[in-house]
């Protein structure tokens, strides 16, 4: 098990996007772009305004119901392939609920990393939370 060292948790605030990957109950795996923000053990994803289905909850949120499981890679690629890097952030997932504490922290965390985030009501709506119990990195991450 890594950690979310220094250099990890720089790393993270440099990019911009991450790759949440879930998996459901049958196995079959599930991976969208997303933007986050990190927390002291926990990475956070919103559940934002962005065009989305309505009829059903999102196939990540339904995933996360499910098996409680997901993973976050945040990559940096380059020409020069000796700066490539990423980390890869794995754990239990749960979705947080408006109004909560951790919502709130999370949501503002989300606010000050994303200028864009300003005009959406992201504390109407539950985030996802990545409880991070195993980190990967590798390459070049400075």
């Known amino acids: ?44 994803i919103p559940i934002d305004e962005k065009p989305k289905r309505t009829d059903r909850p999102l196939k990540r949120v ?3 119901l499910e098996t409680g499981r997901a993973a976050v890679v945040v990559d940096r690629y380059d020409e020069d392939w000796t700066r490539l890097g990423w980390v890869l952030l794995r754990g239990a997932a749960e979705l947080v609920h408006p109004g909560s504490p951790e919502q709130r922290e999370a949501i503002a965390l989300l606010w ?31």
């Open 62 to 64: 339904r995933n996360i």
């Open 1 to 44: 098990m890594g950690e979310l060292t220094p250099k990890v948790r720089a790393f993270l605030a440099r990019q911009r996007v991450g790759h949440l990957a879930t998996v459901d109950r049958a196995g079959n795996p599930h991976v969208v772009p997303v933007c986050y923000a990190v927390g002291e053990r926990t990475l956070y």
């Open 112 to 142: 000050q990393r994303y200028p864009q985030y300003a005009t959406m009501t992201l504390e109407t709506r539950p985030v996802i939370a990545l409880r991070i119990e195993r980190v990967t990195a590798w390459g070049f991450l400075d």
